[in-house]
């Protein structure tokens, strides 16, 4: 379980969304709900498709930017940094899981690995090291040289999964990260992000439907009706 004595990495402040829709209604989809995440705890994200977990994983890890609310990472607004600032800080802080890999089809795993060094200005001979390093750690030492097209559903997250950590981030953010695979293959995604946790130091916010992974985790909350709820008492404000 987390310890609360642990220093706060990522917060958000009253968080809102709203999408407009295409008669010009107004969808609220996140309701100036707030949440405090401590360094080193695992949080699962869950609820019913559409409610917008998705959504507030984008804006925690700034891909999007909320309508109204603050989101602060390590006590620095990300609204007030700059863009490049904040690109600075998804490269080299946040790492991102997808439900589907996104892997560059005519690179090895290997070079897709490197990639986030690579663009962050790495020397070539240091992000490979550290690609090795990884794909060893995540059981594909073997398949370094494989294309995405030559490896199986599994392996290709277990790619994604090392990629997402090449810049040794201090937040790992994953959404739906086993979806896609089948049960047996999505145990062992599970079992295999909580040891990369464990050698990374890290901190994980997973979207998930698998009761198995949110079960894993030291806190549960779900997204329901725009506001997060955690033990099944409803709060605007989960800390």
Request: charged residues 25%; proline residues 3%.
């Amino acid at each position: 379980m987390s310890d609360t004595s642990e220093p706060l990495l990522l917060s958000g402040l009253e968080l809102g969304k709203i999408f407009r829709g295409g008669d010009g209604s107004e969808v609220v989809v996140l309701d100036q709900l707030s949440i405090d995440i401590m360094r080193h705890e695992v949080i699962a994200i869950v609820g019913s498709s559409g409610t917008g977990k998705s959504t507030l994983l984008q804006i925690l890890g700034g891909l999007d930017r909320p309508t109204n609310g603050t989101i602060s990472f390590e006590g620095e607004s990300l609204e007030e940094i700059g863009s490049e600032n904040l690109a600075r800080i998804r490269n080299q802080q946040i790492g991102f899981v997808f439900q589907f890999h996104h892997l560059l089809k005519d690179f090895s795993a290997l070079e897709n690995v490197m990639m986030p060094k690579i663009i962050g200005g790495c020397p070539p001979a240091l992000a490979e090291d550290r690609a090795r390093l990884l794909l060893g750690q995540v059981g594909l030492r073997d398949r370094i040289k494989h294309r995405p097209s030559e490896l199986s559903g599994g392996e290709q997250q277990r790619v994604a999964v090392a990629r997402a950590l090449c810049n040794e981030p201090k937040l790992l953010l994953a959404d739906e990260p086993s979806g896609n695979l089948d049960s047996q293959t999505s145990d062992e995604l599970h079992h295999l992000l909580f040891r990369m946790r464990d050698i990374c130091d890290l901190t994980m916010v997973i979207v998930t439907h698998s009761k198995q992974l949110a079960g894993m985790a030291d806190r549960i909350l779900e997204l329901r009706n725009g506001k997060l709820w955690a033990d099944g008492r409803g709060a605007t404000s989960v800390r």
